[in-house]
C-alpha cells in the first residue's frame, strides 16, 4: 500500500501564491509519473500538471506560465507551485502517482485525499 498526504492549500486573494506538497509513503519501489488534478464543484476533475521521473513536464493551459511542478525524488514529493491565483482556480486540488512496489514493471495509481484551495476575487 502507498499513503498520499497532501498540504499547503488554503484561503488566498486572488493574484497572490500557494505552494502545494504532497508525500508518498508505503511500499513504494521506484515512482514513475507524478501530478496534480483538481475539481471545482459540479465540474468534472482535470488535470493540473503532471511530472515525469525523468523531470519532463506537462501542464493544462489554464495554468501555464502561473504554475509550476516539482519533484523531489529523494523524499517522493511534489509540489506545485501556484502564482498569480485566479478566483477560478478555486478547487480541490489532488495529487496523484504512478508508483512501482517492487522491480516489475507494473505500476499502480494511487489518489491523495485532496487539499482545498480557495481563490477569492
Known amino acids: 500500500q502507498v499513503q498520499l498526504v497532501e498540504s499547503g492549500g488554503g484561503l488566498v486573494q486572488a493574484g497572490g501564491s500557494l505552494r502545494l506538497s504532497c508525500v508518498a509513503s508505503g511500499s513504494i519501489f521506484s515512482i514513475n509519473a507524478m501530478g496534480w488534478y483538481r475539481q471545482a464543484p459540479g465540474m468534472q476533475r482535470e488535470l493540473v500538471a503532471t511530472?515525469?521521473?525523468?523531470?519532463?513536464?506537462d501542464y493544462a493551459d489554464s495554468v501555464k506560465g502561473r504554475f509550476t511542478i516539482s519533484r523531489d525524488n529523494a523524499k517522493n514529493t511534489v509540489y506545485l507551485q501556484m502564482n498569480s491565483l485566479k478566483p477560478e482556480d478555486t478547487a480541490v486540488y489532488l495529487c496523484?502517482?504512478?508508483?512501482?512496489?517492487?522491480?516489475?514493471?507494473?505500476?499502480?495509481?494511487?489518489w491523495g485525499q485532496g487539499t482545498q484551495v480557495t481563490v477569492s476575487s
Open positions: 496523484k502517482v504512478w508508483v512501482r512496489t517492487t522491480p516489475s514493471p507494473f505500476q499502480y495509481v494511487y
Open positions: 511530472i515525469l521521473s525523468t523531470g519532463s513536464t
